[in-house]
Each structure stands twice: as C-alpha cells, then as structure tokens.
C-alpha cells in the first residue's frame, strides 16, 4: 500500500481504517544479543481526527497513555506467536498501526492488517519465504441488546451489554479473549455463542488475508 516500508497494507472493516507497515531493521534488543532470535514488536496510535472530536497527539502529551500500551503490545504478543523468530536471525520487525478513523475494533482491525503488513515484508526480506507458522487474526463481538454481534460499531460496542475480543490463530488456538459484561452478568451459554461467532469471523479474516497477499 505504501512505497517505502517492506510491507504495508490498509485495513477497513466498516468505518474503521487502519494504516499497518512492518519495517525490518537489523540488529535485536539487547537482552537477545547472541541468542539466536529475532523480535517483533509493535506501535499502535490514532491520528488526532480519528474520532468525531480532535485528541491530542500522545507525542505531543509527553507520554504513551495506558490503553495505547495495552494495545501495543497486544499486536505484538499475537504477532510473535505465529512467527518462527529463530527464522528471523538478528533482525527486529516494527510493525506500526496508525488509525485513520475510528468506528470501533480499532485493535482487532489493527492485529489483522498488522498480520498481512508482517507477512508482505518477511517474504520480500527473508531468504527461503517469510518464517510465518500460520495466520492469526482478531474479531470483536458482543451482545447487543439480546442479539450476539459480530464487528461491533462504536454505536453498537456503546450500548452493549456484553462485549469481547478475540485474537486466534488459524489453527484455532487463542491468543487473548477479553470479555466484559456492562451490566448483567452473562452466562456459559453467551460465552459460548460469542465465541463460536468470533472464531467464525477470524477464519473469514484469515481467509481475506491470504486473497489479499495472493495466497
């Protein structure tokens, strides 16, 4: 999608747009220094129009503020646990998401464009193809009045008496379900619903990710 970075592509689910790039620099961190590995690691931010009211740069508060933290390195925990980092040799992948707009599931957005921008640069960068185990993306979902949803809408993710995200591998493993009741509390059988919903709508993802790689 973009020119200079080894890999990048745009992501939209409904009104929500995500920019994702991964840059492929050599060298690791310091506690990896001759151990064999690779690291991915990733920076999430939403520009300042992202939202209907202008926010303030975090660069120009001083300071990364908690939920963008969070959300940081939770691309990076899903990214790393499909990636064979003794593959990667001494190198560290940046991958960077930076929202355009915000409608809601701006991190599941950003984990699934995340996954096609790290794949894009370690096929071009990587002798021997990109050391990718398998596919992992992130689907919101949630209970919006009595109705499971899945792609929760700011309107819709605002009124929802139980919302969750789900972050899955292509093999159908977990790497993070966060679920919260707003209200009530829900039960085994509401879990179980948003579950078989969200994991439904990762395997769709995963399949839109490698049409979109050409795979």
């Given amino acids: ?29 310091h506690w990896l220094r001759g151990k064999g590995r690779g690291w991915v690691t990733a920076e999430y931010a939403m520009l300042p129009r992202a939202t209907h009211t202008r926010s303030a740069r975090e660069s120009a508060r001083g300071r990364v503020g908690g939920r963008t933290h969070e ?14 980092l003794s593959r990667l040799g001494d190198r560290t992948v940046w991958v960077d998401c930076d929202v355009l707009q915000a409608d809601g599931g701006t991190r599941t957005a950003a984990i699934t464009g995340a996954m096609v ?17 398998e596919f992992v993306a992130a689907a919101s979902v949630g209970i919006v009045g009595t109705f499971p949803v899945l792609d929760l809408s700011y ?22 379900v966060q679920g919260t009741a707003e209200g009530e509390p829900f039960d085994r059988g509401a879990l179980d619903t948003l579950l078989d919903l969200g ?10 990710q490698k049409a979109a790689l050409g795979l």
């Fill in 1 to 29: 999608f973009l020119d200079h970075p080894e890999g990048s592509c745009l992501i939209a689910t409904g009104g929500t747009r995500v920019i994702c790039t991964a840059s492929v620099e050599d060298g690791v961190p």
């Fill in 199 to 208: 994991s439904a709508g990762v395997r769709e993802l995963i399949r839109i």
């Fill in 117 to 133: 921008a790290l794949h894009d640069a370690l096929s071009r960068t990587i002798p021997g193809g990109p050391p990718i185990l």
């Fill in 71 to 84: 959300i940081q390195r939770l691309i990076g925990r899903s990214l790393r646990s499909v990636v064979d």
């Fill in 155 to 176: 309107a819709e993710d605002s009124t929802a008496e139980v919302d969750m995200n789900i972050v899955m591998t292509e093999s159908g493993r977990f790497v993070e």
